[in-house]
């Protein structure tokens, strides 16, 4: 019987979207063709990949020009390549409206993963207009999907809260290799006695990037590697000159999946920073806390609510109080001072928690229902 094929759709550049190419691999292993359309945002795509990989050229890398761009190109690709008795997935609402449409025109069925809540992200703080358009998509879309899942329950109650469908929950955790590749292919910062943060992830607004940097300033023997892309990062490269930190504060760029799981065990501490900028943050667990987890190195976190209960809860690091520079920098000190040791064990039982095949079966079950349609 011939496989039924999904198609997913995101703006990231795909090389780097740890989550979507998690799942494109199980829905692999669950018996589905897969095929993917991405762009080439902040950087051309390797494609690298045991499935079909379109990729859209954009004309812009920021703003509603990128998106009104990547929408009516996405739209035009999924017309193109879609067929009736394909699955369309749409990850996060900028990618939903084309595979919505194209669902309807050709009778496919939609799924939508949804990992941030979109219309209350940072980014869109003090722009009303912007936010109105992205809320009414949302708003016209959203309460009527039936197959929709999310990373966090506190998204899964916002959602519920605000359109009373509530979505499954499917974290955003890293895969457990055992015999993964660890050779490292890159140059790092070359280190004498200091000791070594880390902050990976996309570089922009509210992520708490800023704060790490200025706090540079009351720490000694110690470096902060920035490990990422993103639209502010010649903000921070700025910041970090007119601080005179740049022998403290280094920016790797982005690396492959692969070649961040080398990077991150290296570091003494990961940081994960986020500001209360809006809901979608306020709510968030970034895959970030839980690559942190399986590097075994404990973690600073911030004090929303989704991430300072995962770190207490597992006793992963310590959780700050607010965003004040020294007082980030009063925490650093007494964890660095700590080690690692005393939540080696911690972190080693959290990675068995979190961890993909766990999560995979909740996917499963959701891509089930398609498997009994056959």
Not at 171 to 190: F, G, H
Not at 343 to 350: P, Q
Request: aromatic share 10%.
């Amino acid at each position: 019987m011939k496989k039924r094929k999904i198609i997913t759709s995101v703006i990231n550049n795909f090389d780097s979207d740890q989550r979507v190419q998690k799942v494109c691999g199980s829905l692999m292993k669950f018996g589905f063709e897969v095929e993917v359309v991405a762009t080439n945002l902040r950087g051309e795509p390797k494609l690298n990949f045991p499935y079909p990989v379109h990729y859209l050229n954009l004309s812009a890398q920021s703003g509603m020009k990128m998106y009104l761009d990547f929408n009516r190109k996405l739209f035009f690709k999924l017309n193109s390549i879609a067929k009736k008795d394909d699955i369309l997935l749409a990850n996060d609402l900028d990618a939903l409206l084309p595979n919505y449409l194209i669902s309807k025109i050709k009778g496919c069925e939609l799924v939508f993963d949804s990992h941030e809540i979109f219309s209350e992200v940072p980014t869109l703080y003090n722009r009303p207009f912007r936010k109105k358009i992205w809320k009414t998509l949302e708003k016209s879309i959203v309460p009527n999907l039936k197959h929709f899942y999310t990373v966090s329950n506190g998204y899964a109650d916002w959602f519920e809260k605000a359109y009373q469908n509530r979505p499954e929950v499917v974290m955003n955790v890293p895969l457990i290799q055992k015999n993964a590749d660890t050779k490292l292919s890159i140059d790092l910062p070359e280190i004498s006695t200091e000791k070594i943060l880390i902050y990976q992830g996309v570089i922009n607004f509210s992520r708490g990037i800023g704060k790490m940097i200025e706090a540079m300033q009351f720490l000694e023997n110690v470096q902060l590697w920035i490990v990422g892309n993103g639209p502010k990062k010649v903000e921070f490269e700025t910041l970090t000159e007119d601080l005179k930190l740049e022998n403290k504060v280094k920016f790797l760029g982005n690396v492959s999946p692969n070649q961040l799981k080398c990077i991150t065990p290296k570091a003494d501490l990961g940081l994960s920073l986020e500001e209360d900028y809006g809901i979608s943050y306020r709510y968030a667990l970034p895959n970030k806390i839980f690559d942190y987890t399986h590097a075994g190195i404990p973690i600073l976190g911030t004090y929303l609510p989704e991430i300072k209960a995962t770190i207490e809860n597992y006793r992963l690091g310590k959780t700050i109080e607010n965003h004040e520079p020294k007082h980030i920098a009063e925490r650093i000190k007494m964890m660095l001072e700590e080690g690692k040791s005393p939540y080696t064990e911690n972190l080693k039982r959290a990675a068995e928690v979190f961890n993909w095949s766990h999560e995979e079966k909740k996917l499963e079950g959701i891509y089930s229902v398609f498997n009994e349609q056959k």
